[in-house]
């Protein structure tokens, strides 16, 4: 792999990147009390965290683990089956070009040192055993695994997107060169909508949702979403876990790419702008989808009223009916910047009454914004097929009639 | 308010009443002479044995007081055994030396490898008990509703318990068993597709015992779901459609298989993701309140379906173990009675309780032989009314013979050789320590009823992973404390000593096995690819049609596999999305 630091002149920040690790538990095992344990301590002492959760199959690791471009690729395994599963997971980095991406993991005493020689051979890095202090887990990883990530001229698909979303994180400009690997023809034509809206809401739920719709109805093109979640202050580290409640992401038609704010107010990280414009410029996609953290008041992420650069084509806002009542309401300045609204969890009770506030509350702004009640915890909800069909007629999508996949 | 706090009013009331009786007892000397008249009857109906060394003993041990108010305390704040509020007991005899057709409390789980394998385990394990108790582990695919041959899956294939995939593998498993004997009894770990897969053990039982041996079945399924969703993350669909299938399959079992336990409240897997003892009381207890709500809804009666309901608690070696049974058995009792108007047999905790896998550690691992030991023993001072007991080497492996041979034996140990259980009920049940903690206890499981109360109830909580959070808060708190030594565990941050890896053979499942199992579901499913398709469209329909859908199981599990099961129903109802 080629491994060169991005010119110092093309960076913002003076920080080297954080060490970005993907963690998760293989399939048909729930067994997540050690991972989740870990992955907060990796955190603690630095690292951005994107992890994938348990009852993941090995095809799933090895796309999260180029999309998300990371350093390395941590398995805490309890249920058996462990040599087996890592030589998969290890034959699919590799057939997805990502065989230099390290894989080490661990499984209490499940994986005995005679398992780990045979997993050692096959190429799995290192098998941490049970009675390993945290610390010395944390140390070692750190110690091994970081390193600069370099443009990699050799990557190529998935991976050199993966590549280039990361140098835009270390602050290089002119990233999206490296991301325009095919379809520089059809560059430009993805849409592109911001999705904004308090913590808990629903976003990652109805993003999820939306791409199960994207994925039935669109015959053949792709879909990408950048999730953005916020680092913790003291630490610099992250848990970004948005890619376990995405269920309909574990799809190849899918670029799923998670973002820590490294510090960013706004909202979105700082190279939000540029992974976009490196989604944009690799040609493939036809949806963009780009979550933000959960937002305040004030928050404008994705610059809709000029402050800052214009990010998306369209903004969807997000809320739950408990936003405190009219008053609150009327403070929200996204409701007066975003495109679309929904109006999520509409199956609650208190529903009713907040689809009438915030539909009055649209009303005064005397646009043409729409307001849509969406379940998107439901399965099949008619809501979000009517946000979604509303969304595919702005961004220009194949329409295949509801129901038809 | 939700029904939890509700249950938490009724026990604060409840105990506000005892002490009113406590200082009526002192206060009025005609009450008082009530109760020493009563007291005396229940003394002189005391039975006496003799132990073996020569000394008389009372077969039940009450506090030696003659003082009213002590004796109010003990009758309704204690109650006597098998007595409300059953904080000393659910049955009035337990453990005393076993009499002409008494079964032992000793349940020993095991699932390895194919369902041949797994029998072969079981007629190991029969030979070591007088009574069949089969208790059955299934492979991560079965648990998870996969079949065999499902993509990416075959290493898991048996691995940690035995693989399941048709009514045909079902057969197999419990081969040379009577299960239709009045002594003999199924447990089976499995919780999502626990509707499809008690579906096949019906099935398998009606082809070996003809079609009328149904009512005889007996038995329990895990099928929680809520702790699931908190804690064992062994979800394929939605939360709302997961306890719907769970209730059809309730509401099915009441009035048709009336020695089955269709649900068994699961509190050790909590505790093994980590929760501390009270958590895992409270949240245990307040998921069986819950599903109390959720199948009255359905329209069943308490005094019907409460009676079927059973626990599954963890023992582990914090102080709180030493009571946590009986502030359970106390809570559930009042809340049942109190909050849900149950009657005597509703009101009952009938408790399963198994040691601590989380407590055994690989190095210096013959100590586990040692603290499973002492974990059996808190769980029988705690009235557990079945046991299971871990072998030493769990830690690294599905258990081998001889440790299964060795937890199997601690248990004979403890209730046949030992003199603590056999000829004196309740021994230490009263002593002035136990009363104080389980006080505390009680305390802190009502202060997580409030605040899940507060949060909206238990789904509600859950919506907003209250549990998942608390559960993996701890789980992070008891590894800081065993790195930095405040929480000792031997051999492992105090004395320890290089010890080699340990010698012993792994209970791994071959692939050649593997590649049988699968070979075997694709004859099975080539055989019946006629039939198959009919099946899944009418399940699918149920449960499109929100209809009970166990009927449409029993006659699917015939010519379909758990994972045609699976995949219809998830294209009907949609997949779980997991939370962190």
Redesign the interface.
């Known amino acids: 792999m080629v491994v060169a630091s991005p010119k110092a002149g093309a960076r913002r920040h003076t920080q080297p990147s954080p060490l970005r690790l993907l963690t998760a538990v293989?399939?048909?095992?729930?067994?997540?009390?050690a991972v989740?344990?870990i992955n907060?301590?990796l955190a603690r002492n630095g690292a951005e965290v994107v992890?994938l959760?348990?009852?993941c199959?090995?095809?799933a690791i090895a796309r999260a683990a180029v999309q998300e471009d990371v350093h390395a690729v941590g398995l805490s395994s309890y249920?058996?089956?462990?040599?087996?599963?890592f030589a998969?997971v290890l034959a699919q980095l590799r057939a997805r070009g990502a065989g230099d991406i390290p894989l080490f993991g661990g499984g209490?005493?499940?994986i005995?040192?005679a398992d780990e020689r045979v997993m050692k051979r096959g190429g799995v890095d290192r098998i941490f055993?049970?009675?390993t202090?945290?610390?010395e887990i944390v140390a070692a990883v750190k110690g091994a695994y970081s390193r600069e990530l370099g443009p990699g001229a050799r990557l190529r698909g998935d991976r050199a997107l993966g590549r280039a979303i990361t140098l835009a994180e270390g602050g290089a400009r002119g990233a999206r060169a490296a991301g325009r690997a095919r379809g520089a023809d059809r560059a430009g034509r993805a849409f592109v909508l911001g999705v904004a809206g308090p913590g808990g809401a629903g976003k990652s739920?109805l993003i999820?949702e939306l791409t199960s719709r994207f994925l039935r109805r669109v015959s053949a093109g792709r879909v990408a979403i950048l999730a953005n979640d916020p680092s913790h202050p003291d630490s610099g580290g992250a848990?970004l876990?948005d890619r376990?409640?995405a269920?309909y992401a574990q799809d190849d038609r899918v670029f799923f790419r998670s973002m820590a704010t490294r510090g960013s107010p706004t909202g979105l990280s700082a190279a939000a702008p540029e992974a976009i414009a490196c989604l944009r410029a690799s040609g493939e996609f036809d949806l963009v989808l780009v979550e933000s953290v959960g937002i305040g008041q004030e928050g404008d992420p994705f610059g809709v009223f000029g402050r800052g650069p214009r990010m998306a084509d369209a903004v969807l806002f997000v809320l739950a009916p408990h936003y405190g009542g009219r008053i609150q309401l009327q403070k929200i300045a996204m409701l007066n910047g975003s495109d679309l609204v929904a109006l999520n969890k509409c199956d609650q009770p208190a529903a009713k009454a907040a689809m009438v506030e915030v539909a009055a509350r649209l009303a005064l702004n005397g646009r043409d914004q729409l307001l849509h009640g969406t379940a998107a915890?439901r399965?099949?909800d008619p809501g979000v097929d009517r946000l979604y069909a509303e969304i595919a007629r702005l961004a220009g999508l194949e329409a295949v009639a509801p129901g038809a996949r | 308010m939700s029904s939890l706090g509700r249950v938490a009013d009724a026990v604060e009331a409840y105990n506000g009443f005892v002490d009113a009786e406590v200082r009526r007892a002192r206060a009025d000397p005609e009450f008082g002479a009530e109760l020493r008249t009563k007291w005396a009857a229940i003394h002189a109906s005391v039975g006496q044995t003799v132990s073996p060394t020569g000394t008389l003993l009372p077969r039940l041990a009450l506090p030696a007081t003659d003082e009213p108010g002590a004796i109010a305390e003990y009758l309704l704040g204690q109650g006597l055994p098998g007595e409300f509020p059953f904080a000393n007991g659910a049955y009035r005899e337990m453990y005393l030396d076993r009499r002409e057709g008494g079964e032992e409390p000793t349940r020993l789980f095991a699932g390895l490898g194919l369902a041949e394998d797994t029998n072969r385990r079981f007629h190991y394990l029969a030979g070591h008990q007088t009574s069949t108790r089969l208790s059955t582990a299934f492979d991560g695919p079965t648990l998870y509703g996969l079949d065999s041959d499902h993509e990416g899956v075959l290493g898991k294939v048996g691995e940690g318990g035995v693989a399941i995939d048709t009514v045909e593998d079902m057969a197999r498993l419990f081969a040379g068993f009577d299960l239709v004997a009045p002594n003999a009894s199924v447990s089976m770990t499995m919780n999502a597709p626990a509707p499809a897969i008690l579906a096949m053990f019906v099935a398998a039982a009606k082809r070996r015992f003809g079609p009328d041996c149904v009512p005889q079945l007996r038995g329990t399924i895990q099928a929680d779901m809520l702790k699931e969703v908190q804690a064992q993350n062994e979800v394929i669909f939605p939360i709302d459609a997961s306890l719907r299938f769970l209730c059809d399959m309730v509401e099915w079992c009441i009035p048709h298989m009336p020695r089955w336990y269709p649900i068994s409240i699961s509190g050790y897997h909590i505790a093994e993701a980590g929760a501390t003892p009270v958590q895992q009381a409270a949240f245990t207890l307040s998921n069986g309140f819950a599903y109390a709500d959720m199948f009255r809804a359905r329209g069943l009666d308490v005094n019907r379906f409460g009676p079927r309901l059973s626990f599954f608690l963890d023992c582990g070696l914090d102080i709180e173990y030493l009571v946590l049974g009986r502030a359970c058995r106390r809570i559930w009792a009042v809340g049942m009675r109190d909050a849900f108007g149950a009657g005597p047999k509703a009101q009952v905790l009938k408790l399963h309780t198994q040691t601590s896998g989380r407590s055994l550690i690989a190095a210096d691992f013959k100590d586990n032989l040692t603290r499973t030991a002492v974990e059996l023993m808190l769980s029988y001072l705690n009235g557990t009314n079945s046991c299971h007991s871990n072998s030493a080497d769990e830690p690294f492996t599905t258990p081998t013979e001889e440790y299964v041979r060795l937890a199997s034996h601690a248990q004979s140990i403890l209730l046949e050789e030992t003199g603590v259980f056999k000829h004196t009920m309740n021994v230490l049940s009263g002593s002035p320590g136990l009363l104080a903690l389980e006080r505390q206890v009680e305390h802190a499981i009502l202060d997580v009823f409030r605040e899940i109360d507060t949060l909206g109830g238990v789904l509600q909580a859950m919506d907003q992973r209250y549990q998942r959070g608390k559960i993996q808060e701890s789980a992070h708190r008891y590894e800081r404390q065993v790195y930095s030594g405040e929480r000792p565990i031997i051999g492992l941050n105090r004395y320890a000593a290089p010890s080699p890896a340990p010698r012993v053979p792994l209970a791994r499942t071959s692939p050649v096995k593997q590649r049988l199992q699968v070979e075997r579901l694709r004859a099975f499913k080539a055989r019946n690819s006629r039939r198959a398709p009919e099946a899944l469209q009418r399940l699918g329909n149920a449960a499109r049609a929100r209809g009970n859908i166990f009927a449409e199981l029993l006659s699917a599990v015939e010519v379909c596999s758990l994972g045609q099961i699976t995949a219809c129903l998830t294209d009907a109802v949609g997949k779980f999305r997991p939370m962190v």
Do not use: M
Not at chain 1, 26 to 33: A, K, N, Q, T, Y
Not at chain 1, 79 to 85: C, V
């Open positions: 293989p399939v048909c095992d729930g067994h997540d009390s989740t344990t907060l301590e992890y959760g348990y009852h199959a090995a095809s249920n058996g089956g462990h040599a087996i599963f998969e209490g005493a499940t005995t040192p055993f049970a009675g202090p945290l610390a739920t999820d848990i876990g376990v409640s269920i915890a399965h099949h």
